[in-house]
Each structure stands twice: as C-alpha cells, then as structure tokens.
C-alpha cells in the first residue's frame, strides 16, 4: 500500500530552522510530481512548494519564496523542505503529497495530491 510519511515538524522560535522530509513507500515516486503543502487552523490548505519528478522544475508560494526549498532525493524515495526564517505566519500541519504531473493551478490545492501524507505540525513562535 503506498504511504507517505512526514517528519521532522516541531515547536521552534521565529528567526530558527527546521527541516522536513518526507519518505515514500509501498511504491516508487520518482516519476511523480511531489509537493509540501500547509494548512492552519481555520484555514484552507495551500501550497508551500511542488517539485517535478527529476528536480528539474519547482514552485513555491510568494510566503516562502526565498525562504524554504525544496528538494527530492528519488534514489531514498525522499524529499525534503528547508525552511529558513521561520515566523508565527508558517505554524501548520505541514503535508507531503505526490501527483502524476506537475500541476501548478489545480481546482484546489487540497486536491492536488494523488496520495497524501498524514501531516506533521509545525508551530512557530513569537
């Protein structure tokens, strides 16, 4: 079955570092379209960031841009988000999810993903 797992979210002070992974199993992505994806409470989920398949191209969301990046390691079935500089305005359940395509204006962004992780939280303070 395949199943995407996040880690590395935890209780960080605004200005710290933290970086997410998320490990894929029960298949191979590494044709898959990949992103990171966050969502507040009280809040729709938005796109942090997406990856094509080879690395090749990414986008990020005018929030983080200059701040976070992406990256895929596709022979660990892995990918990553390095976020810098965090601030309040990043806490969230962070979310990895995987896409047959490199879909850049989905309907939503919450059904971007073909499969989706369980999230981890990211919280920010002060």
């Known amino acids: 079955q395949e199943q995407l797992v996040e880690s590395g979210g935890g209780l960080v002070q605004a200005g710290d570092s933290l970086r997410l992974s998320c490990t894929a199993s029960?298949?191979?992505?590494?044709?898959?379209?990949m992103g990171w994806f966050r969502q507040a409470p009280g809040k729709e989920r938005e796109l942090v960031s997406i990856?094509?398949?080879?690395?090749?191209?990414?986008s990020y969301a005018d929030s983080v841009e200059g701040r976070f990046t992406i990256s895929r390691d596709n022979a660990k079935n892995t990918i990553y988000l390095e976020m810098n500089s965090l601030n309040p305005e990043d806490t969230a359940v962070y979310y990895c999810?995987?896409?047959?395509?490199?879909?850049?204006?989905?309907?939503?962004?919450?059904?971007?993903?073909?499969?989706w992780g369980q999230g981890t939280q990211v919280t920010v303070s002060a």
């Open positions: 029960g298949r191979t992505f590494s044709h898959y379209a």
């Open positions: 999810a995987a896409r047959a395509g490199f879909e850049v204006a989905p309907a939503t962004w919450a059904s971007w993903g073909d499969y």
């Open positions: 990856i094509s398949w080879n690395g090749g191209l990414t």
